[in-house]
């Protein structure tokens, strides 16, 4: 199983951007992919998550309708569409097999993807 982030970079406040997680290997489509964010100095906090099968998706509170997580079965990928982006944004955005961070083994997080917002 591998997930590799992609598609951060540098925005002006109330921009977007559309961070894209490959994903390959999986023999089943039973499974949940979150994507994650942390800023310097914070913690790790859970931003989006999907179920593959249903496409049930969950988003933390600060979202508050900016956000959608959306599952291009054809491309492979776990994309996040960020948009009305703000300073509070920006991080470094991972994803994973999992909806919550304590779920996620600690070697096992990739290089992420940098989201960047200007003020």
């Known amino acids: 199983v591998q997930l590799v982030e992609s598609g951060g970079d540098l925005v002006q406040a109330g921009g977007s951007l559309r961070p894209s997680c490959a994903v390959s290997?999986?023999?089943?489509?039973?499974?949940?992919i979150g994507w994650f964010r942390q800023a310097p100095g914070q913690e790790r906090e859970a931003v989006s998550c999907?179920?593959?099968?249903?496409?049930?998706?969950w988003y933390a509170d600060f979202v508050n309708g900016r956000f959608t997580i959306s599952d291009h079965t054809v491309e492979g990928a776990i994309l996040l569409q960020l948009n009305r982006l703000n300073p509070e944004d920006a991080g470094t955005y991972y994803c994973?097999?999992?909806?919550?961070?304590?779920?996620?083994?600690?070697?096992?997080w990739g290089q992420g993807t940098q989201v960047t917002v200007s003020s």
């Open positions: 994973a097999v999992a909806c919550h961070v304590s779920m996620v083994p600690v070697d096992s």
């Open positions: 290997g999986f023999t089943t489509d039973d499974y949940a």
């Open positions: 999907i179920r593959r099968i249903d496409g049930n998706a």
